[in-house]
């Protein structure tokens, strides 16, 4: 790793007896999955404009100023101390700063044959919000160039995986993440990464930032927040490799970064 780091109706029908109008029996045609998604949208943008009209009524919006996050401090402190994964030691941990943003660039090993790049990217404050952290990510390098080259992508594919909840009697939560190849080939440096990357947060996670978005929004109106947290886990593997055969190592290592953050950082939001 050294290396790494340098309807349908009836019509109604009059009864001339009775000079009343009866209703032919109704059939409704099954809801198509599209259509059954739309309602479920129109019902959640009804559910927030509803949670919306006190703050309206007062003069202010949640958005505009949203809900304190209780334990930003120690969220934003990842920056600076990294996080301990048991069975994993770290390397070499220390902030840096990506796309404007601080990140930090954690390098650690399981053993002498497996170890990754771990960064990650908390939010700085309560209206900081998930944005192109994955575009940010395309130009990052940890060696030094003259030659600003992207990372070359491809392979991409949706994952999930799961972790146990950390409440007493709570279900498993799901996480999804994207999944693909990363490689680079530069004077100084070439490489090739099999790369795992989402958005963490306490009750879950998910690579779109409008996911963790209308979580968030949910959570407001009841009263609390879902921090986040940006998290790029880089597994070295052959040149130009299959990704596949570091999935097992990515997934697990995926439910360990998880599983400590809502434990740690993330815990009591």
Not at 162 to 180: D, H, W
Not at 213 to 242: C, H, K, N, T, Y
Request: net charge positive; hydrophobic share 40%.
């Amino acid at each position: 790793m050294n290396k790494f780091f340098n309807a349908k109706f009836g019509k109604g029908r009059v009864n001339k007896n009775l000079g009343e109008t009866q209703a032919m029996p109704v059939k409704l045609a099954p809801l198509n999955s599209k259509l059954s998604k739309t309602i479920l949208l129109v019902c959640l943008v009804l559910l927030m404009g509803l949670g919306a009209v006190p703050g309206y009524l007062k003069g202010s919006w949640r958005w505009e100023k949203p809900l304190s996050v209780t334990n930003l401090k120690q969220i934003r402190n990842l920056q600076k101390t990294g996080i301990s994964l048991p069975n994993w030691q770290t390397l070499n941990q220390q902030p840096i700063e990506i796309g404007g943003h601080k990140w930090s660039f954690q390098v650690i090993g399981r053993d002498a044959q497996t170890q990754a790049i771990l960064l990650l990217r908390p939010m700085r404050d309560d209206k900081d919000m998930p944005q192109v952290e994955w575009v940010d990510l395309r130009g990052f390098r940890w060696w030094q160039t003259n030659q600003p080259r992207q990372w070359q992508t491809d392979g991409f594919r949706r994952s999930q995986f799961t972790v146990p909840s950390t409440n007493a009697g709570g279900q498993t939560l799901q996480v999804e993440a994207q999944y693909f190849r990363n490689w680079i080939q530069e004077r100084n440096f070439s490489g090739t990464f099999a790369v795992l990357q989402w958005y963490a947060w306490p009750t879950g996670g998910n690579p779109e930032p409008n996911r963790w978005f209308f979580a968030d929004q949910i959570a407001q109106w009841q009263g609390r927040r879902l921090p986040w947290v940006a998290v790029s886990i880089m597994i070295p593997i052959e040149p130009l490799g299959d990704i596949e055969r570091a999935w097992s190592v990515a997934e697990s290592l995926g439910q360990t970064v998880q599983a400590a953050l809502i434990a740690d950082a993330l815990k009591g939001s």
